[in-house]
């Protein structure tokens, strides 16, 4: 998500998070906020590196904390819409989701989330078409075209699944989750069918 880094010391600690020097990066952001306790992007730096290393706890903490500082920011939002994905609070997740893609419409990442989160909040159909959004906005991104396989997978709508699948691997053939999502499809299309000829 991009957000205004105006700060050297976030761009530097955005730098050392895509290189997966997460806690380098964090470091950085703890320099800043030890002389600017207000300053939103470093707790959503933060947020985002404790996200990446699968520590929601410490994630939602300091997305909470830049939410406080500015309700409206769609990276915030974002961010701590994601983390509730990734721990199944999908009601809570499509709140702030919607909160993100209202300031920064046509983000196909926040649309992918919000899509995948839906769907599990028990709004399917609804997921489905804002996860074919974003990967209108984003054809080749293989996030997108993952996830959208797995609910059409989940449908049972197995050539749609099967072709997302195929086309990650023609972008990535060493994209292991599309290779063992293809399988999954093979193996219940066959499984399907074997219930269909007992009917």
């Given amino acids: 998500m991009p957000s205004i880094k105006n700060n050297p010391l976030i761009e530097e600690a955005d730098k050392k998070k895509n290189e997966g020097k997460h806690a380098e990066a964090i470091r950085l952001c703890e320099r800043i906020l030890s002389k600017d306790l207000d300053c939103t992007e470093a707790y959503e730096e933060i947020g985002d590196n404790f996200l990446s290393l699968r520590k929601y706890d410490k994630a939602q903490k300091a997305l909470k904390q830049a939410l406080a500082l500015n309700p409206n920011s769609a990276n915030a939002n974002y961010l701590l819409g994601f983390v509730y994905s990734c721990t199944g609070e999908f009601g809570k997740s499509v709140g702030l989701l919607e909160t993100a893609d209202s300031h920064y419409p046509n983000h196909p ?21 804002i996860l074919e959004r974003s990967l209108h906005l984003a054809p080749n991104d293989p996030l997108i075209l ?54």
């Fill in 146 to 199: 993952n996830d959208l396989g797995v609910l059409y997978l989940n449908e049972k709508n197995f050539d749609k699944a099967a072709f997302l699948f195929k086309k990650v691997l023609q972008l990535d053939p060493s994209n292991q989750k599309a290779q063992e999502c293809l399988n999954a499809v093979k193996f219940f299309q066959r499984e399907f069918d074997k219930l269909k000829k007992q009917k």
């Fill in 109 to 129: 990442e926040i649309l992918r989330c919000l899509g995948w989160s839906m769907y599990h909040n028990n709004e399917r159909q609804r997921g489905i078409i």
